[in-house]
């Protein structure tokens, strides 16, 4: 299969387009996806017949975006705030859970209490008075009766 130059000539355009930030008929992304979208071929025209612009256009790319080490040192830290994030997500699960619970126990206690004190108001509690030794025996004593 032969190679169709204006095919080629609107993947030059298009790839001169994207990396000059000017797209047409994309996203704007620097990938080869974002270049067949831009020239108006299917993606495996590139991948298949152009062999060469995709790898120009990847060369280009490399050119523009500068030092790798930026993008590893980028990754990286996108790959810990990822971490972090799912970590994040996790404790809060755990949280909601807990809060759940607490709520759920403070509710028993509550009622627990208002028992204990609707049962210590009902009692009426009796006071004995001491008495010294060999003192008669008294009745004894109701501090609610007044």
Do not use: W
């Not at 204006?6 to 992304?29: F, K, P, V, Y």
């Not at 523009?64 to 970590?87: P, V, Y």
Request: net charge positive; aromatic share 2%; hydrophobic share 35%.
């Amino acid at each position: 299969m032969s190679a169709d130059p204006d095919e080629r000539t609107r993947i030059s355009a298009a790839m001169h387009r994207l990396l000059g930030g000017t797209a047409q008929h994309s996203n704007g992304a620097l990938t080869i996806v974002a270049l067949a979208q831009e020239a108006g071929v299917p993606r495996n025209a590139l991948i298949q017949r152009h062999l060469d612009l995709k790898a120009d256009f990847y060369a280009r790319v490399r050119e523009r975006t500068g030092n790798c080490e930026d993008e590893t040192r980028l990754r990286q830290t996108i790959s810990r705030l990822e971490t972090i994030l799912a970590r994040k997500n996790t404790e809060l699960t755990e949280l909601r859970y807990d809060r759940a619970e607490l709520v759920r126990t403070v509710n028993v206690l509550t009622l627990e209490n208002q028992q204990l004190r609707e049962a210590q108001q009902q009692a009426r509690p009796t006071v004995i008075a001491l008495r010294p030794r060999g003192a008669a025996p008294q009745p004894p004593i109701n501090p609610h009766d007044g």
